[in-house]
């Protein structure tokens, strides 16, 4: 026998559940974003870091080209979204908005989904968009791979939806 | 129907001869008196003019001579006749004394007297009309006739057992109208004779409080539920963050819900740009259980579709719909 207290705010139960807005939707992307490169940085000083101890004498910084650059932050980000996504359902931008992301059964995505999904944001992340004229408040991405982003402020890992055949 | 007490006995003693010889006899009597009158009656006029000559005077008529003599005679036997009287009285009361007493009268009258006819003769209903029934039970002693009765010997003879056997309880209940009687029972005002304080202080509260298994209720009880509800209904994470005075706690908070009222401005905003006449679905599938919802009507225009507010806070513009 377990106690559910609900942590949520009162003034935010109603909201919980529902499919989020852009402007949220848009702060986590930017957050994520932001870890991103705050990694990609710290990647690169990593890199610049072992290559000095490998070879102090000739060591030069690495000037890697803007190509590799980007292909190495999408990959990053990529990789980044997909892990996050697949574990709890949420990044840590949408765990400090309170935001998850389910699949249409309200579980959490298959790694193979989440892979997609976070590929189709880092090709194309303006699909954001979509969440302004969709009457579901769904992104292109939400769109094709019949995912939803909800706000949940509840911690720890997905609950698994209610049967609505057994209520 | 022949009845052989009422048969003449001589009819079996006198011989035929003799009846003969008495039905002759008076056969010659009656014809000698009817001659003898024949005769008186001729003669009558003869007797009165002997018995009153014209010619002699009243007091020498024979007739006065017969009178003299008939008054005398009579006397004679007048005298006789209480003479008789005395004897009669004298000798016949014990004679009838003796003669009964040698009869044995009961089974005389059992073997002579048609008994059941007799009585069928006799009006009953019309003596017990006459007999004044209320003068006799006044001159009756109940009081005197119960005290002799015993009582108990009387009841441990009857057969209780075997009377309520015989009784249909069900038949005399069903025809008991319970409803009428009911009907004129004054509830309020047994009610108003009940002396509730003294019932209550004669009811020892402390030992029904023993006797009940409190355990028991509280296991029925569902504490679990009922302190979620409690919990729940006080907004407990809002009293932890007043009292622990997580500042970060409230930045993210505050953060968030600005998020979600600049989500729900804008999307109005949008809506109205791009003149949607449907509410955004944004229930989602997967929802957990406890969360609280606010149900929402079914809009026809966007104006009509926003949710009850949380208390303490200003209404969204646009808020999510169940």
């Excluded at chain 1, 974003?33 to 060591?59: C, E, H, K, M, Q």
């Excluded at chain 2, 024979?62 to 007048?78: F, I």
């Excluded at chain 2, 016949?92 to 009268?105: A, F, H, I, K, T």
């Excluded at chain 2, 932890?240 to 409230?250: E, F, H």
Aim: hydrophobic share 45%; aromatic share 2%.
């Amino acid at each position: 026998m377990s106690m559910h207290i609900d942590p949520v705010p009162r003034e935010a139960r109603p909201f919980q559940g529902h499919r989020a807005g852009l402007v949220t939707r848009a702060a986590a992307a930017a957050i994520d974003v932001g870890i991103v490169i705050i990694a990609s940085g710290a990647l690169y000083l990593g890199i610049t870091a072992f290559d000095f101890l490998l070879d102090p004498r000739n060591f030069s910084a690495p000037t890697p080209s803007p190509g590799l650059v980007y292909a190495a932050g999408c990959l990053l980000l990529t990789l980044y979204l997909a892990l996050s996504w697949t574990g709890n359902g949420r990044t840590y931008g949408n765990h400090v908005m309170g935001l998850r992301v389910v699949n249409r059964e309200g579980r959490g995505l298959h790694p193979l989904a989440a892979l997609v999904r976070a590929a189709l944001y880092v090709i194309l992340p303006i699909g954001l968009l979509w969440v302004l004229v969709s009457g579901q408040n769904r992104s292109l991405q939400d769109l094709v791979l019949r995912t939803s982003v909800i706000y949940d402020w509840e911690l720890g890992p997905l609950q698994p939806p209610t049967d609505p055949t057994q209520t | 129907m022949e009845e052989p007490h009422r048969r003449n006995p001589s009819a079996r003693t006198v011989p035929a001869a003799v009846d003969a010889a008495l039905g002759a006899a008076a056969l010659a009597t009656s014809a000698a008196v009817s001659m003898t009158r024949l005769l008186a009656r001729a003669a009558a006029p003869v007797g009165r003019l002997v018995m009153h000559p014209p010619l002699l005077n009243e007091r020498l008529h024979p007739a006065r001579v017969v009178e003299a003599l008939a008054g005398r005679g009579h006397l004679a036997r007048t005298s006789a006749g209480a003479d008789l009287n005395r004897i009669i009285a004298a000798v016949v009361p014990p004679v009838v004394d003796e003669v009964l007493d040698s009869l044995d009268l009961t089974a005389l009258v059992r073997e002579r007297v048609n008994i059941d006819a007799l009585v069928s003769t006799i009006d009953i209903a019309a003596i017990i009309d006459r007999m004044d029934i209320d003068a006799i039970l006044r001159q009756v002693d109940i009081d005197g006739i119960v005290r002799q009765l015993d009582i108990d010997a009387i009841v441990s003879k009857v057969d209780i057992d075997a009377i309520t056997r015989q009784v249909d309880i069900d038949a005399i209940v069903s025809k008991v109208d319970i409803d009428a009687i009911v009907s004129e029972v004054d509830i309020d005002a047994i009610a108003k004779r009940i002396d509730v304080d003294a019932i209550v202080e004669r009811i020892d509260i402390d030992t029904i409080v023993n006797r009940v298994d409190v355990d028991a209720i509280v296991r029925r009880l569902d504490l679990v539920g009922l302190a979620e509800e409690v919990v729940n209904g006080i907004d407990l994470p809002e009293i932890i963050r007043q009292s622990t005075g997580a500042m970060a706690s409230d930045v993210v908070r505050d953060a968030r819900m600005e998020s979600i009222d600049a989500d729900v401005a804008i999307a109005r905003l949008v809506d109205r740009v791009i003149r949607r006449r449907r509410a955004r679905r944004t229930d989602a599938p997967g929802e957990p259980e406890s969360r609280v919802r606010v149900e929402f009507p079914e809009p026809t225009d966007i104006a009509q579709k926003q949710p009850s507010p949380p208390p303490g806070r200003k209404p969204p513009q646009q808020g999510p719909r169940s």
